[in-house]
């Protein structure tokens, strides 16, 4: 009885099932992997949906990969390294995953700092996406990882005071330790606004619904994709995945004589990096 219990309790440990199942799958895929992904179809109730849908992306990620980046399936004994592989010749250490929100930056560090390279693999409809998470450690503090971010500045005016119809965004490295930032490149876009702006407007609609009793604007939804969508096209833009996007802010510390300090305020961020980055950072302003 005691002894049942012992193994019901076992079995139901969802990592170690999903350990000996990813065993027995790989050591036939060198084998046959048609087999192979038979028996994952048979496993599928053991594995439950979010082991089914992860082994089956690690399957996915092997087949497509394997020749290219000279993939070793990995032990996995808590590394979060699924897969060992060469990407643009050097040795990567590969962690396969259907959901990237589920990814903290902190469990790849103790390896990272001693010199591994890392890549999150991220499937999606069929496809990998190749995310590095490499930051560098912050050469100032010792501490921080470099982040790319993008900041979006407010609308660009020429010297007599005309609107240029257009603003200016920055590629801005900084450190999550100690907030030290390089700008690494500046475009301008037309109709892109920076967030004080877009609260002005959101505010400014919010106010309106509530006057015509319309329904109610829920403005850090809003401002929240808002800044998504400018994530994803400012990613492409300057060709680098941004870990967060936001703007300069100004900080008021006094009330009574409006007395503060700018700083640079995020709107949005990966989780990947929660752990690291803060919403603030003080702003030089000589930057941009
Ligand atoms: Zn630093």
Redesign the pocket.
């Given at each position: 009885m005691a002894g049942n219990m012992w193994k019901a309790a076992k079995a139901l440990d969802p990592a170690e099932v999903y350990n000996e199942k990813r065993r027995i799958i790989f050591s036939q895929m060198q084998k046959d992997s048609v087999v192979a992904k038979t028996w994952l179809e048979g496993y599928r109730n053991t594995l439950g949906p979010t082991g089914y849908a992860g082994l089956m992306a690690e399957i996915a990620f092997f087949e497509q990969y394997r020749k290219d980046l000279n993939l070793v399936v990995a032990a996995d004994i808590g590394d979060a390294t699924d897969f060992v592989g060469v990407v643009g010749g050097a040795m990567h250490r590969i962690d396969v995953t259907t959901n990237i929100a589920f990814k903290r930056l902190a469990s790849y560090e103790p390896l990272q700092l001693e010199g591994a390279l890392y890549k999150v693999a991220v499937y999606d409809k069929g496809h990998f996406d190749l995310v590095d998470i490499n930051f560098p450690f912050?050469e100032?503090?010792q501490?921080?990882r470099i982040l790319p971010t993008a900041v979006l500045l407010e609308e660009s005016h020429y010297r007599h005071g005309d609107s240029q119809w257009s603003n200016d965004q920055l590629l801005v490295n900084i450190?999550s330790?100690?907030?030290?930032v390089e700008v690494a490149d500046r475009i301008t876009t037309p109709f892109l606004y920076d967030f004080q702006s877009l609260y002005r407007d959101l505010d400014e609609a919010r106010r309106q619904a509530e006057n015509l009793g319309e329904a109610p604007i829920d403005v850090g939804a809003e401002a929240r994709a808002y800044a998504r969508r400018a994530g994803r096209y400012l990613s492409d833009i300057f060709g680098t995945r941004l870990i967060a996007i936001g703007g300069k802010n100004y900080e008021i510390t006094n009330p009574r004589d409006g007395d503060g300090y700018w700083t640079v305020k995020f709107e949005d961020h990966l989780p990947l990096v929660q752990e690291h980055l803060l919403d603030e950072y003080p702003w030089d302003l000589s930057i941009g």
């Open positions: 912050c100032h503090c501490s921080g450190c330790a100690c907030g030290e």
